[in-house]
């Protein structure tokens, strides 16, 4: 990965705990412990963090896929909740690209708990910025 999508260079993904295990140009995964600064009231994972971890991986992804000097930007995120993590839990994504084009490209991310159990499935678009 390059130094600017490095998650040091990343404040708010490091914040978090995001650790990523695997990019490439087809597939990011990554996972993060759900701790209590990313939890509801309730003690489960905050639905804002939620899509914020998938939009970190889908982010990487779609740099991985730029040419030479360009940059990404979201433009459009959609999330569908589908169940709870409970904090101490970790959970694990996997994002993938659904399109990859000249000015955007489109990435899938489905959030699982350690059970397999489905946390969310996120659907975003990635502007490419000359």
């Given at each position: 990965?390059?130094?600017?999508?490095?998650?040091?260079?990343?404040?708010?993904?490091?914040?978090?705990?995001?650790?990523?295990?695997?990019?490439?140009?087809?597939?990011?995964?990554?996972?993060?412990?759900?701790?209590?600064?990313?939890?509801?009231?309730?003690?489960?994972?905050?639905?804002?963090?939620?899509?914020?971890?998938?939009?970190?991986?889908?982010?990487?992804?779609?740099?991985?896929?730029l040419p030479e000097g360009a940059l990404t930007t979201t433009i459009?995120?959609?999330?569908?909740?589908?169940?709870?993590?409970?904090?101490?839990?970790?959970?694990?994504?996997?994002?993938?690209?659904?399109?990859?084009?000249?000015?955007?490209?489109?990435?899938?991310?489905?959030?699982?708990r350690e059970d397999g159990k489905l946390v969310a499935v996120i659907?975003?678009?990635?502007?490419?910025?000359?």
């Amino acid at each position: 990965m390059s130094d600017s999508m490095d998650l040091a260079a990343q404040p708010f993904p490091r914040l978090m705990g995001v650790e990523v295990m695997e990019a490439s140009k087809t597939a990011v995964r990554g996972r993060i412990v759900v701790k209590p600064e990313i939890c509801t009231a309730a003690h489960i994972m905050h639905g804002g963090a939620i899509m914020a971890f998938a939009d970190t991986l889908g982010a990487i992804g779609a740099f991985l896929n730029l040419p030479e000097g360009a940059l990404t930007t979201t433009i459009e995120s959609k999330t569908n909740f589908i169940g709870a993590a409970k904090e101490g839990s970790t959970v694990f994504a996997e994002s993938v690209p659904l399109h990859i084009g000249r000015r955007s490209s489109v990435w899938q991310t489905r959030i699982a708990r350690e059970d397999g159990k489905l946390v969310a499935v996120i659907t975003q678009t990635q502007l490419v910025l000359d």
